[in-house]
Structure formats: C-alpha cells, structure tokens
T-cell receptor, first 112, second 114 residues
C-alpha cells in the first residue's frame, strides 16, 4: 500500500520568512496530493491540493510543487505569520475521492 | 452550519463497553470516510462508503469495529468491547464524486477508554 513520509517533523521560522515542508510517497499510482492544516484541538482543514497532471499550484502565500519522477511534493509558505503556526499534514491518494494516506505531520512554529 | 458534523464530541467509557459515534456529512456528498487519529500522528484510514455501500475497510480494522450508512446520509461507527488502545480521535470526512472535490473533515469524536 501507499506510504507517505514527511520531513522534518518540526520546523521553526521567523515571522516573514518562508517555510518549506517536504513529503515523499511510494505508490506511483497516486495522483492526488492534498495538504491539510490542523490547529490544536481542531479538525484538519484543506489548504491546497495538487493533481498529478500539474507540477505547481499557487494560492496567495501558499504553493505546492510536485515531482512525479522523484515521487515527492512540497508545500511552500511565504511571508509566514504567527497564525500559520499549526501542524501540517500531507496526504496522497489515487483520485480525490479515494482513501487518503497521511504523513505523520510537521509542527510549524512561526516566531513573532 | 453546512459542514461535516460529528456527535458526540467527547466520549469516556470503561474498557469492555460498546460505543457508537455518528457522522453527518455535507449535504449531497455521496462519499463518507472514517479515519482514526492518535496523538502525534496523521489520520489513519478506517473505512469509506459511497452512498449506502461500504466500499473498503482497512486491514487494520478489528472485527470489533463496524460502520453503517443505512440511507446513504449519516453514518455510525460502533466499537464493541472497547480496549484502551482504541483511545483516539475518530474523524469523519465527506466528498462529492460529482465535482471531484477533496475530503472535508468533521471536528471528530475524542474517545478515551479507561
């Protein structure tokens, strides 16, 4: 089955700096890669997703890149703000409506 | 509120008791998923439904776990003879096949087995 690995496990950045979170996946059939943000005690919330027919997608300060050959995808957050502090999960699936396999999550801390 | 809802939000039970959780998906979402999340981990897939049909169950899902979606709307997840290892957050998500949207999660039910 699919295996998604996420690294590093924690990341601390200064407010205003950029943050990059990387994930790798194992199943070449996976073609859908969402990123979720989870604040303490709250539900995971989708922040951006990418399908395998594109290499990059941007939404304001957030972007995701996908390298299908290397089987890795990354989340880029620019101009970080304290409210970006949370746990970020990457996931992979075959199709957007199939079961998601999640990474273990990374705790992002943005220092004011 | 048009999002995914779950009840109860918290459940404390004694080992050996049965518990049942409910999930109400976003209206007209035909796929409904159950995940389990333990501290410091990502959500782990348990099972999912398309309308009332249960399409897949995780191999990790014990026989003590059963899920239903009888009318293709809300779903229930029952755990029989609970064990301390069942303590976790149980998350429900839903999605729409028609628009190929991603999964939207509910707030979860936090289970503590004493």
């Amino acid at each position: 089955g699919e295996n998604v690995e996420q690294h590093p496990s924690t990341l601390s950045v200064q407010e205003g700096d950029s943050a990059v979170i990387k994930c790798t996946y194992s199943d070449s059939a996976s073609n859908y890669f969402p990123w979720y943000k989870q604040e303490l005690g709250k539900r995971p919330q989708l922040i951006i997703d990418i399908r395998s027919n594109v290499g990059e997608k941007k939404d304001q300060r957030i972007a995701v890149t996908l390298n299908k050959t290397a089987k890795h995808f990354s989340l880029h957050i620019t101009e970080t703000q304290p409210e970006d502090s949370a746990v970020y999960f990457c996931a992979a699936s075959v199709g957007a409506n199939s079961k998601l396999t999640f990474g273990k999550g990374i705790t992002l801390s943005v220092r004011p | 509120d048009t999002g995914v809802s779950q009840n109860p939000r918290h459940k404390i039970t004694k080992r050996g008791q049965n518990v049942t959780f409910r999930c109400d998906p976003i209206s007209e979402h035909n796929r409904l998923y159950w995940y389990r999340q333990t501290l410091g981990q990502g959500p782990e897939f348990l099972t999912y439904f398309q309308n009332e049909a249960q399409l897949e169950k995780s191999r990790l899902l014990s026989d003590r776990f059963s899920a239903e979606r009888p009318k293709g709307s809300f779903s229930t997840l029952e755990i029989q003879r609970t064990e301390q290892g069942d303590s976790a957050m149980y998350l429900c998500a839903s999605s729409s096949l028609a628009v190929q949207e991603t999964q939207y999660f509910g707030p979860g039910t936090r289970l503590l087995v004493l």
